[in-house]
């Protein structure tokens, strides 16, 4: 029977207790003999905390634990034993000033219990560095640092400014000590969700590799394919067999559902692993992973400012804004890619930018579910039934269900940006169906002109025209004058095409009326 650690984090214990275990150690080995300081920066529930508990496992030379691993056959020598101070900012909440301090004065108490105490009324930036120093005259060896989500007591408090620039400064502080004891440390690295500009940790540690980008750690978190196929082959027949699909449907599907992360430009494909193996161990391809939790951030990005409908596929964003920019500025995008929302989709080498688009179906559906909850206009249960809902009727080839439902959901939401031109209705639409989703193209271009949208079902394609303040016979009219059907009536498309010609009301500001013919 096949172990998941669906809930375990530790290195140590998924080893020990027999659970699946997907080997990353080969890149430990090449942080530790390439460089000192590192940062890396990915989504939450990516593997970052798993990556900082195989590190203190090798660290603390417990050598049993790797056998079988990478790590075991590239350093076959006898490996040292360092001292190994570890930080895990989830643990705890920070909604009030004493709460940081709170912190890090445990991991301190902690530490001290075992390398020696000092002056308890010191600073902890203080007897961070005292300790530091302590450690490494005493053991005439260097100490690891290593930092789980580095950023959560500032990001935590995004809403708080007093409360946030407080937590800056104490982390700037404490972070700083790293500097000025470089020759006392064999080993730090940092994770987060992205970079925080004002903290200036990156700054004060001026060597300090941020290897988030880089093509040789793409995979150092998460899942590639080889790697699912090669780990979790078992899972995959259980899940097929469960579900009555081939083993080929079932890899498709798991890849529609949670791959399409991308962290370089190289592309390389990386299914998020919280919700693969929870897929893999509950038998069932669901939404995990935005069921954990959404960034908090992301909601008030939502709040504080009149999107509209955000139209973030196809966002191009430089390299230095990526590298560079602040996981808590005003830039709804990076924010999104920070986060996991959003993801590189394309790079151009020449312009060294970056094309950002939504990863997979769970992040679509997910996206959508927070924007309607930021909206304060539905709720998390109202939101889930509307995505079925749209994706049931196109499943089951029911256009007239598809098109109601838009047109209550239209009527219902006043964040929609309401305008009398047609082409902003065309993109809201057009965008919602993406979120929830649908396989939607636009403006695609004929020799007659460019459809609005083109809807693929798993029945029938849809060529859908929409006019604003006019009628359905006219949008269906143009359909045919333009003969936007004909490019997809031959024989490389098995399918049925459907003609489908929408009026937007001015007055009613939603759809009002629709005729459907097969072409």
């Known amino acids: 029977m096949v172990k998941y650690p669906v809930s375990e984090s530790s290195f140590r214990e998924i080893i020990r207790g027999g659970y699946k275990y997907v ?19 990915r989504p939450r529930r990516f593997g970052k905390s798993m990556l900082l508990s195989t590190m203190y496992s090798y660290f603390n030379a417990d050598r049993e634990l790797f056998k079988g691993l990478a790590l075991d056959t590239l350093e076959p020598e006898e490996w040292t034993k360092y001292p190994v101070l570890r930080m895990d900012f ?44 302590h450690i490494h005259d005493n053991t005439s060896q260097q100490v690891v ?44 690295f940092l994770t987060g969700v992205g970079k925080l500009g004002q903290i200036n940790i990156f700054s004060g540690l001026n060597n300090i590799v941020d290897i988030s980008l880089l093509p040789q750690y793409s995979a150092i978190c998460g899942i590639t394919f080889d790697e699912l196929e090669r780990n979790f082959r078992e899972g995959i027949e259980d899940l097929a067999r469960k579900r009555n699909w081939t083993n080929e449907e079932t890899l498709l599907k798991l890849k529609a559902q949670y791959d399409g992360y991308h962290f370089s430009e190289d592309l390389i494909d990386v299914y998020n ?58 830039n709804l995008a990076l924010t999104c890619f920070y986060t996991g929302y959003l993801t590189i989709k394309d790079y151009n080498q020449r312009r060294d930018n970056f094309v950002l688009g939504y990863p997979n179906k769970e992040v679509r559906k997910g996206f959508f579910m927070n924007l309607m909850e930021a909206a304060k206009k539905w709720d998390m249960g109202r939101a889930y039934n509307f995505v079925n809902s749209l994706n049931d009727f196109i499943d089951n080839d029911d256009i007239e269900g598809f098109l109601q439902e838009m ?83 031959n024989s490389l498309n098995p399918k049925p095409v459907v003609k489908v010609g929408v009026n937007i009301s001015p007055e009613t500001r939603t759809i009002d009326g629709w005729i459907i013919e097969n072409a």
């Open 145 to 188: 640092v290593l930092i789980d989500e580095y950023d959560s007591p500032i990001v935590d408090v995004h809403d708080k400014p007093e409360l946030e620039r407080l937590n800056r400064k104490i982390l700037h502080d404490f972070y700083r000590v790293m500097k000025s004891n470089t020759d006392c440390l064999k080993f730090v």
């Open 23 to 41: 080997d990353k150690t080969m890149y430990i080995h090449q942080l530790v003999n390439t460089g000192k300081f590192y940062f890396l920066s």
């Open 407 to 489: 047109k209550s959901f239209l009527a219902g939401i006043p964040y929609i940006a309401y305008t009398d031109k047609e082409s902003q209705w065309q993109k809201d639409i057009l965008i919602i169906s993406r979120l929830v989703g649908l396989q939607v193209e636009a403006e695609r271009r004929t020799s007659q002109g460019r459809m609005d949208m083109v809807l693929e079902g798993s029945k029938a394609i849809y060529i859908i025209e929409f006019k604003y303040g006019s009628t359905p016979e006219d949008a269906l009219a143009q359909i045919d004058k333009k003969q936007y059907a004909l490019p997809y009536q």
């Open 90 to 133: 989830t643990r705890s909440g920070y909604n009030t000033d004493g709460d940081l301090p709170r912190v890090l004065r445990s991991f301190l108490d902690e530490w001290e219990k075992e390398y020696g105490e000092f002056d308890r009324e010191d600073p902890v930036d203080l007897r961070f560095s005292k300790l530091i120093r």
């Open 273 to 330: 692993p919280f919700s693969l193996v929870r897929a893999l161990y509950s038998l069932s391809i669901g939404d995990y992973w935005f069921q954990s939790g959404t960034p908090t951030r992301l909601i008030h990005l939502f709040l504080e400012n009149d999107w509209g409908t955000p139209d973030l596929e196809g966002t191009v964003m430089s390299r230095v804004m990526l590298e560079s920019g602040d996981v808590l500025g005003d």
